[in-house]
T-cell receptor
């Protein structure tokens, strides 16, 4: 595909339910980022992968949040026992390493509503 | 720690008026600064970055290290400039930090 692809685009979960959000980065992009964007706020960093290695997970708000990228391409962000405060847009982004590494390409986001 | 502050949540101007979207940052080293834009129903995309010293869609931004600012400017706003604008900083790591965004509305 031409850009970063995320699915599902919209998810309504009941409180306590587990959810999984998928990100397909641009082919060949080494770096992958997850951000959380609450209503009226800017994107907040969650976690960063370089290939399959999760180099930084300092932004994950609790141990209910888990991310993986087992083969260095597709990534999944999992949220266990969802709470209302988890309602947000979850953005995935990818970039090259190298000369153009400072250009980060975003997906359209997965909109999560916890009811 | 790195921080980005966008003091205005909303900026409303008329077509043809000058625009300045403010961005201040906090970082002890030499940062990379970016402006991202999100048009209605579209994804967040890079508008410009300070190292390129470029003008995109008539927008420019100059890094002022003394004032720790990276304000986005355009001399004559167009209706199609209406969007959310996010200032972002990358310091010593690969990871950009974003401001909360400013909504620009350009009235006809």
């Amino acid at each position: 595909g031409a850009g970063v692809s995320q699915s599902p685009r919209y998810k309504v979960a009941k409180r306590g339910q587990d959810v999984a959000l998928r990100c397909d980065p641009i082919s060949g992009h080494v770096s992958l980022f997850w951000y959380q964007q609450a209503l009226g706020q800017g994107p907040e960093f969650l976690t960063y992968f370089q290939n399959e290695a999760q180099l930084d997970k300092s932004g994950l708000p609790s141990d209910r949040f888990f991310a993986e990228r087992p083969e260095g391409s597709v990534s999944t962000l999992k949220i266990q026992r969802t709470q209302q405060e988890d309602s947000a847009v979850y953005l995935c982004a990818s970039s090259h390493l190298g000369v153009e590494w400072n250009t980060i390409y975003f997906g359209e986001g997965s909109w999560l509503t916890v009811v | 720690a790195q921080r980005v502050t966008q003091p205005e949540k909303l900026l409303s101007v008329f077509k043809g008026a000058p625009v300045e979207l403010k961005c201040n940052y906090s970082y002890s080293g030499s940062p990379e600064l970016f402006w991202y834009v999100q048009y209605s129903r579209q994804r967040l995309q890079l508008l410009l970055r300070h190292i390129s010293r470029e003008s995109i869609k008539g927008f420019t931004a100059d890094l002022n290290k003394g004032e720790t600012s990276f304000h986005l400017k355009k001399p004559f706003a167009q209706e199609e400039d209406s969007a959310m604008y996010y200032c972002a900083l990358r310091g010593g790591s690969y990871i950009p930090t974003f401001g909360r965004g400013t909504s620009l509305i350009v009235h006809p």
